[in-house]
């Protein structure tokens, strides 16, 4: 018999959106994060190199020295934040730093506050570790920005850790300094744990980023190559780890993990070693994508209420369209595009779409193109 705990997971619906699309021919592909450049050359170069080296082995589960140090060094050269090389774990991907972080923090039955709208997996990874999932809504006339009060309300004796994501997935909206530091102040009069995704930085436009451990090392954060360098398919990730749970992350990691490849460590050495007008040139054409599908949704005359900051997703109030999300999303499946229903990303998104810009300005065209034909046969 299946567990109670497998049977509570959800399934993942843009991956479910991703298999009936790859099912038909001419499919515009909008529903997946999945960044379409390349990885930089020389990351690609020094795998290469290091697979012809041997380095195939296993390595020591918390990472290579090297790379930890690495990553150390792009917090201080990013943020001027010293971080202890001996604080980061190295991860195959940024949700198995996810795991370690709710399998160290949360007993059966602790409470883990996150926004709503938020990332389709986090509520499965609470309940993976038998923890609750409270939820603090967002609202897309405030950018989706979350509001300090709210988390404050929300906390309770309960409450484990705070989860947060910024930039994020799936609105874009990127949170200042004023209020991560606020959040942080919440998480520590309660008593509880800020987890920080941070993966989408380095993909902001119109806002700075700040990393958590700018007002505290209490903090877990995770990050990795995925998004910015292109290397979804690599597997490479990494957790900070606040310092007393440090040796207990390590224990967990050794035994659930391993370690990360070998010579996919070696890359992530080059790719953090990027010259960094190369990210720039990423941003850039983000940013022109951002703008060509944010003007679309304007013209079907769907308010959107916001301008992503970063990331690659907008989020749109599809509710004036006839039918549901779900009915909405299946409707432009037909007409060749594909889009994630915004009911995977929690109650507050129900009535929304996810569109991810992480395609070419060509397909984006083509794929407005159809929704312009799409609704005008329903009177739109």
């Not at 200042?176 to 530091?181: H, I, N, Q, V, Y």
């Given at each position: ?119 389709a997996c986090y509520p499965n990874f609470v309940r993976v570790a038998d923890g609750e999932v409270t939820t603090v809504p967002l609202d897309a006339s405030e950018g989706f920005q979350p509001r300090v009060d709210d988390f404050a309300a929300a906390v ?10 910024s930039p994020a997935n799936p609105t874009g909206a990127v949170m200042d300094g004023e209020t991560l530091s606020g959040l942080v102040d919440v998480a520590a009069d309660a008593g509880a744990t800020p987890v920080v995704d941070e993966v989408y930085h ?168 159809r929704i312009d034909d799409l609704l005008a046969t329903v009177g739109r």
């Amino acid at each position: 018999m299946v567990s109670q705990r497998a049977a509570d997971v959800t399934p993942f619906m843009a991956m479910d959106v991703l298999e009936r699309a790859n099912e038909r021919d001419d499919v515009i592909h909008l529903e997946v994060g999945e960044p379409d450049f390349s990885p930089p050359d020389r990351v690609i170069e020094t795998a290469v190199d290091s697979l012809r080296a041997g380095h195939t082995n296993y390595t020591a589960a918390r990472g290579k020295p090297a790379l930890r140090r690495a990553i150390a060094t792009y917090y201080d050269r990013t943020y001027g934040v010293a971080v202890d090389p001996n604080r980061v774990v190295v991860t195959p991907g940024t949700s198995p730093g996810l795991f370690l972080a709710m399998a160290a923090l949360v007993d059966s039955g602790d409470e883990v506050v996150l926004t709503d709208p938020h990332y389709a997996c986090y509520p499965n990874f609470v309940r993976v570790a038998d923890g609750e999932v409270t939820t603090v809504p967002l609202d897309a006339s405030e950018g989706f920005q979350p509001r300090v009060d709210d988390f404050a309300a929300a906390v309770g004796p309960d409450t484990r850790a705070l989860l947060l994501n910024s930039p994020a997935n799936p609105t874009g909206a990127v949170m200042d300094g004023e209020t991560l530091s606020g959040l942080v102040d919440v998480a520590a009069d309660a008593g509880a744990t800020p987890v920080v995704d941070e993966v989408y930085h380095g993909l902001s436009y119109d806002a700075t980023e700040h990393t958590v451990l700018e007002y505290t090392d209490d903090a877990f954060v995770l990050d990795g190559f995925s998004k910015r360098f292109a290397m979804t398919g690599w597997r490479l990730g990494w957790v900070i780890v606040p310092p007393d749970y440090v040796e207990a992350v390590n224990r967990l990691a050794q035994n659930v993990l391993i370690c990360a490849p070998n010579f996919v460590q070696d890359a992530g050495v080059a790719a953090l070693e990027t010259p960094a007008d190369r990210l720039d040139e990423v941003r850039a054409t983000y940013r022109e994508r951002r703008d060509l599908l944010v003007d679309a949704v304007e013209d079907w005359g769907i308010d959107l209420g916001y301008t992503p900051q970063g990331a690659y997703y907008l989020l749109a109030d599809v509710s004036d369209l006839p039918g549901d999300a779900l009915d909405v999303a299946d409707l432009f499946l037909e007409a060749g595009v594909a889009v994630t229903p915004g009911v995977d990303f929690g109650d507050e998104a129900a009535e929304y779409l996810r569109f991810s810009y992480a395609t070419d300005a060509d397909a984006i065209e083509t794929a407005i193109d159809r929704i312009d034909d799409l609704l005008a046969t329903v009177g739109r």
